[in-house]
């Protein structure tokens, strides 16, 4: 996957620390030890963190560039404790101010082998729950690090300021409400959440590493009219401990975004829970959970509306929100290869497909896929579609092999229906927002023949892309649009005939009087009666080239215009 962050050698803060940074001491508290566990850390916990791998077996073995500095942080995803070991050999012999400063895997607290191993080379090792979903982790390590960034460029010096950080305001909550705290989105995600203590209940450890709680309990909030009451209401709703199924009391209130006008109701943004610990609430806990969900509000929505400053970069790397890009500085802060060529793949759902809560959600799989195929991937969403941007892609068969498993992958897994167009090779990053036009391009031609063309290029596609803009400057003028036309659609109209559809069927027969009746299913005498009076309606003659070309033009023109209307 990309490099999630600047480089070792920018400016750094009065306490030392890298600018846009965090200290793995702020990590861990931040991830909680329901989620993560120091196992050791021979340079102490006070090391700067500014960057971020996600990485699996295929990423390491083509590891090879031992010139340039390793991102500080890593996430080991399904690597072997043997294969480990290796890295961490290949590590050691690095210039220390080259290699990885932390490290977080699974197999971390089982492997006295990777521990030393890890601590040979000087790197912290950190543990992860064995049942934490790395979907669910590697987004938390994110944020913090863009809130940093954040935070940095304001010229805020704490990280955890409460009114831009949510990690923030759930210690601040946690601590004047008492309790632990969970903030979710509206899809019950976990956006971030306080230190656990020991009566934290299995709920809600499972929500921290991204599991589903238990269904019986899912039941019964649904049963007491929980959801509901978040959905429709502000009020903080108590929901009373369980015993049988071992969860402890809650107070829940919704976070919701005002409606700018009284038509419409407020839009909920996610809500925010607060557990009983081994102390009671305070006694305005009720009043500190309102407050927090204003604060919350204000919080996602910035960040709904406003993407990071490396999301803004990324952005204009595609060609949006204009004003041009300045590529070496892109390279620089994302990490990117500055040669080489590259890859633009766009993802669009199909016209039939609706995708709940927009495309918020199938682009963060996308980019967790796309960075496990390439960890130096970059992707974002530019309106009602999905880009990913592949650096120094190894072969445009294994691009396109991706692609497809990717769109089959999502109508299996999640049932959306996706269509995929590549532009490959792109010589370079200058030239990223001119491939993102021609997969766009591609993406608008192939729409009608979905589920034809699913995975394919402006090569494979040309046909369809240029016939499809061909019509679109048709549309774009009246007086390219032949009146005559109308009239056979009015004489269908009138008679209840289907003359149009005859000629259409007679045109792709090619003139084929019996192919075009058999699928018509009338006799060939009764088809030939019909172009007659198609003709005789229209006034052209079938059988010259140019009639006939335009008059096909004209009927693919309105059938497109048809299906238009028909799906808006």
Known sequence: MKTDGGTRTGSTESSGRAAGSITLRELLSALDTSVVELIDAPAG???????????????????????SPLPDLYLHVGIGRAEAVRWFDDVALRPSDHRARAVMSKNAATSTALQAAARRAGVALVAVHPKA????VFPLVQRMLDRSRRSTGLGDPDLLATDTDLFGLAQIVAQNAGGMVSIEDAQSHVLAYSASDEAADELRTLSILGREGPRDYLR?????GVFDRLRNSDEVIDVPAHRKLGTERRLV?????????ATTSARTLGSIWLQQGVA???????????????IAARIISRSLNAPSTEGLLIQRLFGARGGGVDVPSVVSALNLPATGPAAVVGFAVSAT??????????????????????RDSVATIIGERAYVLLPRFTSAKSVTTWTR???????????????AAIAIPVPDLGQVAGARVEVDRVLDGTAATFPEGRVTTLAESRTAVLFGEILDLLAEHRELHDPRLDALVDYDDKHASNLQDSAEAYLAAHGDVRAAAAVLQVHPNTLRYRIRRVEEIVG???????DRMLFELQLALRRRGEADSTHY
């Open 45 to 67: 916990t006070e090391i700067a963190l500014a960057s971020v791998a996600l990485v699996d077996s295929s990423d390491l073995a083509t590891e090879t560039d031992s010139q």
């Open 133 to 136: 979903r790395w979907d669910h």
């Open 220 to 224: 019964a909030l649904q049963r007491w």
């Open 253 to 261: 209130v919704s976070i919701r975004q005002p409606s700018e006008d």
């Open 280 to 294: 009671p609430f305070a006694d305005d806990a009720e009043d500190v959970l309102r407050g927090a969900s204003a």
């Open 353 to 374: 497909e609706t995708v709940g809560g927009g495309l918020t959600g199938l682009g963060s799989m996308l980019r967790l896929q796309a960075s496990s195929f390439r």
């Open 405 to 419: 498993q990717l769109v089959e992958q999502f109508e299996a897994k999640r049932s959306i229906a996706l269509r």
């Open 540 to 546: 052209i003659d079938l059988h010259d080239a140019s």
